[in-house]
């Protein structure tokens, strides 16, 4: 255990086990343990998932990359991250998402720090089920950059296997809070990824050279996988079981209505001052 880790470790942690929701509401549940941790509340280790299946989109994306009409077909979602990059597919299934939530003032200033502090819990639970995983350590180049699995790799916060992009985490800053969240593929399913989008000519193919999941290089269930997430955070920050409050989860309902569900919110141009 490092300085940092240690340090981290001594404070009030809760652990909340795989969470199933809408994206909307998972953007908003990020958000409110973020202002729980700003208030003198826990701070928070989690593993969730998406249902139905969702889009999420980068803070700044536009949403004519998005083919809204086979969204509404298939039934998928769309909300927007706080964070940047590009959109995500994300599926029961195929994604594994986390997030780590934290006052400001009790991590590395430096966001190549604090990124490479946060992640070390993600590359052991990766590693763990037996697959060599790292951040990338060379540039790689775009594919198609309204993908978030497509955009070039950055070194902080890129992680590749067999040289080929397995997790993405992205952070923002809101309220004396930083939220660290990520996506883990556990299975790629790159029809339904590339279908989400519109105006771009990339083939099934070249998404899978360029992303794999666990099941392609581990023998291990989906279940075992979340489980290796689950504790892998929970003994980076020793946290206890917990859950969310009444008052979260309702402060959460209101901000997915009047933020993560809105057409002003997940429509808006980015190019338009806000």
Known sequence: MNDSQGALADREWRLIREDIRSGPMQMALDEVAGETAANGGPRTVRVYSWEPSCLSLGYGED????????????????????????????????????????????????????????????????????????????????????ACYLRALHPAHDMVAEGRKIAGNAQYRRRDAVVQHGSLTYSVDAETHLGVFDGHDVTPEEFRDRVVGVDELADVSRETFVEAVTDSLADFVDAEEGSWTDDELDRARTRVEEKYATDEWVRRNPRERQ
């Open 63 to 146: 949403p004519d990359t998005v083919d809204w009409e086979f969204c509404e077909r298939e039934g998928i979602d769309v909300t927007r991250r706080p964070t940047g990059g590009g959109g995500i597919y994300h599926d029961r299934d195929g994604d594994v998402a986390y997030s780590i939530v934290a006052p400001k003032a009790e991590l590395p200033g430096d966001l190549i720090d604090c990124y490479h502090l946060l992640c070390e819990p993600i590359l052991d639970a990766i590693r763990s089920v037996g697959i060599d995983v790292d951040f990338v350590d060379e540039d790689v180049p775009v594919i198609w950059h309204p």
